[in-house]
Nanobody, 126 residues
Framework: VQLQASGGGFQQSGGSLTLSCAISGFYRDYHAIGWFRQVPGKEREGVSCIGMSGRSTYYADSVKGRFTISRDNAKNTVYLQMNSLKLEDTAVYYC????????????????????WGKGTLVTVSS
């Protein structure tokens, strides 16, 4: 499974960005998928993850109500819509996938996934 994230860039505080993750290889729409982020010197954070064959969606408290994860199965693409951006949202964002489907979204966000894409940098300025 290969993942390619895009859509990062600069945005002012309060603005919006949409990240995309194109997935190729052996991936099915019931596999787990998620977005993670990392700031240099800090631990990786699970931002939003979908598990349990799509029945479980998790959002970190820090983004709840502002970010939305979605996927277009026909295009094998996953999105992260980010609204009301804050300075603390500045990070490198990674998309990830896992062919195990049995675990909850919170599990994957806490423990990570098997396949990772290269990150895309999001910078929020005041």
């Amino acid at each position: 499974v290969q993942l390619q994230a895009s859509g990062g860039g600069f945005q002012q505080s309060g603005g919006s960005l949409t990240l995309s993750c194109a997935i190729s290889g052996f991936y099915r729409d019931y596999h787990a998928i998620g977005w993670f982020r990392q700031v240099p010197g800090k631990e990786r954070e699970g931002v939003s993850c979908i598990g349990m064959s799509g029945r479980s969606t998790y959002y970190a408290d820090s983004v709840k109500g502002r970010f939305t994860i979605s996927r277009d199965n026909a295009k094998n693409t996953v999105y992260l819509q980010m609204n009301s951006l804050k300075l603390e949202d500045t990070a490198v964002y990674y998309c990830a996938a896992d062919q195990r489907a049995r675990y909850s979204g919170s599990y994957y966000c806490a423990n990570g996934m098997f396949f990772w894409g290269k990150g895309t940098l999001v910078t929020v300025s005041s």
